[in-house]
C-alpha cells in the first residue's frame, strides 16, 4: 500500500486560504487519495477525496497533480475551527486486504 | 443520521484489569474498524470487520486483546489484562463498503494506572 508524507505542521491566517501538500508518489492507479481531519478530543472527520480529477465539496478542494504522485487539499477560507490535524492516506477502491495508514499528519494552527 | 457511537468515552483502571470498548457503527455499514491512537500519532488499524468476519487483525496483539462483532453490526474490544502502555485512545470507525469512506466515532480514552 502507497505511503503519504505531510509537512508536520504549517499555520494560516485567519480568512486566507490554506493549502495542505501531500506527496504519494508510490500511489497505484487503482489507489483513492482521502483527506480527514481530527480536532483536538474528536475522532478523525472525513473531508473530501478524488482518484484522477480536482474534486470540491462544501468543505474543501483537492488538487490531484497529473502523474498522482502529490496532491494539495486547499481550504479556501480558513477559520479558527479549521484548526486541526490533517490526515492524507490512500486507499484501494477494491475490497482486499488493506491497513490504512494515517500516519503523523499536519498540524494546522489557524490564527486570528 | 446516528454517528458512530462508542461507549464509554473514558475509562480509567489500573494495570491488569479487564477493560471492555464498545461500539455501534452507521447503520447499514458492513464494514467495522478498532483503531488505536496513541498521543501525537495518527490512528494505527488493530482489526477490521466486513460483516462479522475479522478480515485484517495482524495488527491486534492477540495475548492480550480480543474483539467480537457476533451479529455483524456492533462491536466489542477488550483488553486482558491491561498494561500502562494501553494507555490510548481507541476509535471505531465504519464505511458502507471495504473500501468506502469511514466514519469515526468520538473515541474511548483508557488510561492505565
Known amino acids: 500500500d502507497a505511503k503519504t508524507t505531510q509537512p508536520p505542521s504549517m499555520d494560516c491566517a485567519e480568512g486566507r486560504a490554506a493549502n495542505l501538500p501531500c506527496n504519494h508518489s508510490t500511489i497505484s492507479g487503482n489507489e483513492y487519495v482521502y483527506w480527514y481531519r481530527q480536532i483536538h478530543s474528536q475522532g478523525p472527520q472525513y473531508i473530501i477525496h478524488?482518484?484522477?480529477n480536482n474534486e470540491t465539496n462544501e468543505m474543501a478542494s483537492l488538487i490531484i497533480t497529473e502523474d498522482r504522485k502529490s496532491s494539495t487539499l486547499i481550504l479556501p477560507h480558513a477559520t479558527l475551527r479549521d484548526t486541526a490535524v490533517y490526515y492524507c492516506?490512500?486507499?484501494?477502491?477494491?475490497?482486499?486486504?488493506?491497513?490504512?495508514?494515517f500516519g503523523r499528519g499536519t498540524s494546522l494552527i489557524v490564527h486570528p | 443520521e446516528a454517528g458512530v457511537v462508542q461507549s464509554p468515552r473514558y475509562k480509567i483502571i489500573e494495570k491488569k484489569q479487564p477493560v471492555a470498548f464498545w461500539c455501534n457503527p452507521i447503520?447499514?455499514?458492513?464494514?467495522l474498524y478498532w483503531y488505536l491512537q496513541n498521543l501525537g500519532q495518527g490512528p494505527e488499524l488493530l482489526i477490521r470487520y466486513e460483516n462479522e468476519e475479522a478480515v485484517d487483525d495482524s495488527q491486534l496483539p492477540k495475548d492480550r486483546f480480543s474483539a467480537e462483532r457476533l451479529k455483524g453490526v456492533d462491536s466489542t474490544l477488550k483488553i486482558q489484562p491491561a498494561e500502562l502502555g494501553d494507555s490510548a485512545v481507541y476509535l471505531c470507525a465504519s464505511s458502507f463498503e471495504g473500501a468506502g469512506t469511514q466514519y469515526f466515532g468520538p473515541g474511548t480514552r483508557l488510561t492505565v494506572l
Open positions: 492516506i490512500v486507499r484501494p477502491s477494491s475490497r482486499g486486504s488493506y491497513i490504512p495508514t
Open positions: 478524488g482518484l484522477k
Open positions: 447503520s447499514g455499514h458492513n464494514t
